[in-house]
């Protein structure tokens, strides 16, 4: 999978017009209205100009996560699919490899996931370049497996929610889910979220216990 960035807060600044919140209106996303599995379109503070001409820009949903980012933070590699309407700034990185919307979702779940936040962790300092993530290890998962079906059916439960995505019962069942594919055994998943103090001690405690309960 390819990423990359789409527009210039900067270089293309002559695009945008203030926000207005219409439902026609493209909203220009930031990296800091991402979180995990969300998108916060409305607090959006640019929109796109009516007839601007952005060819770089596809009008199709689309996995993105934030440029900037460190390993002390809360979570490091964060990740959510964009509305199609939405266009986006260089804080965000963009996947430009067409997959089909269900993949998509299953490689948000992976990239929202504590291991692969875990090795991302071990190599970033203060962005996630697309060379990082070009060397990010995930598992392979076939649509025919179970797994793909419940993946994609977890990211989208997390990104419609209206509570707090960690807080969801989706969350660590998705966490838990993603470490087995993986590979990592109980010691490793345990040390692995012992590398997230941010994160609270019952969430993670939640996501081990239900790893375990899959074995």
């Known amino acids: 999978m390819r990423f990359g960035r789409e527009l210039n807060a900067t270089d293309d600044r002559g695009l945008f017009v203030p926000f207005t919140g ?27 100009a009516a007839g601007a001409s952005t060819p770089r820009v596809p009008r199709r949903a689309r996995l993105a996560y934030r440029d900037v980012a460190s390993a002390t933070n809360r979570v490091t590699l964060i990740a959510a699919v964009l ?6 700034t260089h804080t965000l990185f963009c996947l430009k490899t067409p997959l089909p919307l269900d993949a998509q979702h299953v490689l948000c779940s992976l990239l929202n996931s504590f291991v692969a936040n875990y090795v991302i962790r071990l190599r970033v300092n203060t962005h996630v370049t697309a060379s990082l993530m070009s060397r990010l290890p995930v598992p392979l998962i076939e649509p025919a497996q179970p797994a793909f079906a419940r993946l994609a059916h977890l990211s989208r439960s997390l990104s419609e929610g ?11 069942e998705l966490q838990a889910h993603v470490a087995h594919l993986y590979g990592v055994n109980e010691d490793d998943f345990a040390h692995v979220l012992t590398t997230f103090p941010l994160i609270p001690e019952e969430i993670k405690s939640r996501a081990l216990a239900l790893f375990n309960s899959l074995h």
């Open 83 to 88: 509305p199609a309407r939405a266009v986006t």
């Open 162 to 172: 209206t509570e707090p995505a960690e807080q969801m019962p989706e969350y660590a």
């Open 22 to 48: 219409s439902s026609s209106a493209r909203p220009v996303l930031e990296g800091k209205q991402i979180e995990p599995f969300r998108v916060s379109c409305e607090s959006s503070r640019y929109e796109l």
